[in-house]
């Protein structure tokens, strides 16, 4: 039995089963105490019941600065953010990322977002078809987003911005068909 639940302070020093993964992003600990501040809605934790944490997703929600307006299709509004989501490798496949996932999606209905976004390595095929059966689609590739080398290879990788509309996007004008052809540049992300 697992309990999902907003994260507190104690459970930051907890996250270890789940960062241990070579595939998931580790932060320092200041950067987590930060997102529980600011978006403590959004940073949720599924815990067992020995009361480890074996889950989590840290989330917020974000804008461009209003000045930014004038470059059009590029200017990012009011959306959804996944900025970690992993679950520890021996609790995988029992649809805890599902849930996760559908927690943060109420918690950016709420704040009225356009839509969520999250970057995921273009290898992690497993993680891509996820979300994909979650809703998500590929809106751009992001050349040399990931410049730390989990192969070995000593190169950087690629990442697929996804994105998934939520009910203000009603037209969907914030996705696209095709992202996998549209590359863009890391500095080309965020213009503020």
């Not at 290879?153 to 696209?176: H, N, P, Q, V």
Request: glycine share 4%.
């Amino acid at each position: 039995m697992t309990q999902i639940r907003p994260c507190s302070p104690v459970d930051i020093s907890k996250l270890n089963l789940c960062n241990l993964d070579p595939l998931t992003e580790n932060y320092a600990r200041k950067f987590y105490f930060d997102y529980l501040a600011k978006w403590p809605s959004m940073f949720i934790v599924i815990e067992n019941m020995e009361r480890q944490i074996i889950a989590y997703v840290m989330g917020k929600v974000e804008e461009d600065p209003d000045y930014l307006k004038v470059l059009g299709d590029k200017y990012l509004p009011w959306h959804g953010h996944v900025t970690a989501l992993t679950v520890a490798p021996q609790y995988r496949k029992m649809g805890l990322a599902k849930d996760l996932t559908a927690a943060l999606d109420r918690a950016c209905e709420e704040e009225n977002a356009w839509f969520m976004d999250l970057y995921v390595r273009v290898s992690n095929k497993t993680a891509i078809n996820m979300y994909k059966k979650m809703g998500y689609s590929v809106y751009r590739r992001v050349v040399n987003y990931y410049s730390d080398d989990p192969t070995g290879k000593g190169t950087s990788e690629d990442a697929f911005d996804m994105r998934k509309s939520l009910s203000r996007d009603k037209k969907k004008k914030y996705i696209r068909e095709d992202g996998e052809n549209h590359r863009i540049n890391p500095e080309d992300i965020y213009h503020g």
